[in-house]
């Protein structure tokens, strides 16, 4: 009996346990499809970092090529325009107009140096202390032999017009001479030609009313005039033998040019009688002409001037000298002279 009794005690106990283990389990509400299908989330700080460098690297990578590429073609332009500037630079050396500027810089440097060197200098003449040194007056030897001066004779100072009295016989014996037929065969700085009455008379007053210092008016032309001047120089030459030069006045080289064939050919000379160191020298410039006749006058020898009727001015110094003749020009030769330059 109390075997069944347990077994039916044992037989509930058992039932008891399934209906707690059986009680109904709590089951969560259905979720939304969409939540349960939606991905993860993949917008996290780390993420949008990645792919911010990434971004800033490639457009970086980018750029660089960009400014590679302009670097490279700029080296390009710039060998191109050194080649050009090389080339442009051996041109003007070659070519006159590159040469000519080229000098003219070298000028222009001298110039400034010139300048700054002057400057210079007058600064320093500025700084100078100049001493004016006392000037001590003596007696003069002289105002102890005035009686003896006044017992002595007075030099004679001839008039300008004797100049050549003296060798009045031969000078006039030249113009005979040069009123004859003309001697094509005559020796060199001899008159080859003959020449009019008036040209006679105007050398006659040139020398023994003048003195051979003056002016005379202008025979017409330069190759009239120039005849006029052979005969004085084949009279000084008579005269004064190789103790003297001439010395032509023409400020164009053209007139030059035809007083040097008209002398030529009056008085038989040749290209070598024509220079410094010859019978017959011509210039340009008056300046020139003057040193030249300085020169000649420490040598104790003589110059002879001759102006060309198309210079209208006569410089000052030029009538210091002995022996000079001026061609005064016509309006109207001076004018036709002025049309042809």
Request: hydrophobic share 35%; net charge negative.
């Amino acid at each position: 009996m109390e075997s069944e009794e347990n077994l039916s005690l044992e037989k509930e106990n058992s039932e008891n346990k399934i209906s707690e283990n059986s009680s109904p389990v709590e089951i969560p509400p259905n979720q939304p499809l969409e939540e349960k299908t939606k991905p993860p989330n993949i917008n996290t700080p780390e993420n949008n970092q990645a792919i911010s460098n990434a971004h800033s690297q490639s457009f970086m990578k980018l750029a660089l090529k960009d400014l590679q590429l302009s670097r490279e073609k700029l080296e390009t332009e710039l060998k191109e325009l050194s080649k050009k500037k090389v080339q442009i630079e051996a041109e003007l050396k070659s070519s006159f107009s590159g040469q000519s500027d080229l000098i003219a810089r070298k000028v222009k440097g001298f110039q400034e140096y010139l300048t700054g060197a002057l400057q210079d200098l007058a600064q320093s003449a500025e700084q100078l202390e100049l001493v004016v040194p006392p000037v001590i007056v003596k007696p003069s030897p002289l105002d102890e032999n005035k009686k003896i001066e006044s017992s002595k004779e007075q030099e004679v100072i001839h008039a300008v017009s004797d100049t050549f009295k003296p060798d009045e016989h031969l000078i006039r014996s030249c113009f005979n001479q040069f009123q004859k037929q003309p001697d094509f065969y005559a020796e060199p700085w001899k008159l080859r030609r003959s020449l009019e009455v008036n040209d006679v008379e105007m050398l006659e007053d040139w020398f023994f009313s003048m003195g051979g210092r003056g002016a005379q008016p202008s025979r017409g032309n330069r190759s009239k005039n120039a005849l006029v001047a052979a005969g004085i120089i084949a009279i000084l030459g008579e005269l004064y033998g190789e103790q003297f030069q001439t010395l032509v006045l023409a400020s164009q080289p053209e007139r030059l040019g035809e007083w040097r064939r008209c002398l030529q050919d009056a008085l038989g000379l040749n290209r070598e009688d024509f220079g410094p160191n010859s019978g017959i020298v011509l210039f340009e410039r008056s300046d020139g002409l003057i040193e030249r006749a300085d020169r000649l006058e420490e040598r104790d020898e003589l110059p002879l001037i001759i102006i060309d009727a198309a210079e209208i001015n006569v410089e000052i110094p030029i009538l210091q000298f002995p022996l000079w003749l001026a061609f005064a020009g016509s309006p109207n030769e001076i004018f036709e002279e002025d049309e042809l330059i």
